[in-house]
């Protein structure tokens, strides 16, 4: 059964709540494989996801971190024998075209492990994204970003959306003709589990250009 983690950002650690079904989730922890988001920068990247794991008592008897250190095809190898892939936040356009670089989706996408990632990490985990200087990005023409596509939608993750309401609404407008758009600020977490979808904080669907809030269920 698929297990897929969208999250935004904790500034301290996870919520109890999001900690408990991740120990119950990940049963397998022999190996966790991170996925940099700014991989040529090689500095305590990932420490942060990490000590969020750590503070929950999920710890892993291997720790990697793929970046351009990693040889193209020890990558793909180690994502094969991982128990969870974690696309880390960061950079989300410096990700994106890493995880092209490397030929790294289709082994995402047919990997038994469960898949997490914060932020940057979340959306590149979605179908498509939209990259807008709206949204924070040194772009001056907006354009649609390809995934790896986990699930058929896309995901907006840790952006204040308490603010920018209207903007984020008209922004996603024409892709959520497309497909279903998840938003959520920090604090924040949608799972996928087999075709369940479980919310965690305030996360927001945006269909066919209407928004309206999600019940948490976690």
Not at 24 to 32: G, Y
Not at 97 to 106: G, N, P, Q, R, T
Request: hydrophobic share 40%; aromatic share 12%; charged share 25%.
């Amino acid at each position: 059964m698929k297990k897929h983690y969208y999250l935004g950002w904790f500034n301290n650690f996870f919520p109890d709540k999001l900690g408990r079904v991740l120990q119950e989730d990940i049963t397998d922890r022999k190996s966790l494989v991170m996925i940099s988001s700014n991989p040529l920068f090689y500095e305590d990247d990932g420490a942060t996801e990490r000590s969020w794991l750590d503070q929950a008592g999920i710890l892993f008897d291997e720790y990697h971190l793929i970046n351009y250190r990693v040889q193209k095809e020890d990558a793909q190898t180690l994502i094969q024998k991982a128990s969870v892939i974690f696309l880390l936040g960061g950079n989300t356009v410096k990700q994106n075209e890493f995880l092209v670089d490397y030929e790294l989706s289709d082994w995402i996408k047919n990997s038994s492990a469960i898949v997490m990632g914060a932020s940057a990490g979340a959306i590149n985990m979605s179908a498509k994204w939209l990259c807008s200087k709206n949204f924070g990005y040194n772009v001056e023409t907006s354009s649609v970003y390809e995934g790896v596509g986990l699930d058929d939608f896309s995901i907006l993750s840790h952006f204040d959306l308490e603010n920018n309401m209207a903007l984020v609404q008209e922004e996603l407008s024409t892709l959520s003709e497309e497909m279903n758009v998840y938003a959520s600020n920090k604090d924040c977490a949608v799972r996928i589990k087999g075709d369940k979808i479980d919310i965690l904080g305030q996360v927001y669907l945006i269909s066919h250009s209407k928004i309206q809030k999600m019940d948490e269920t976690l």
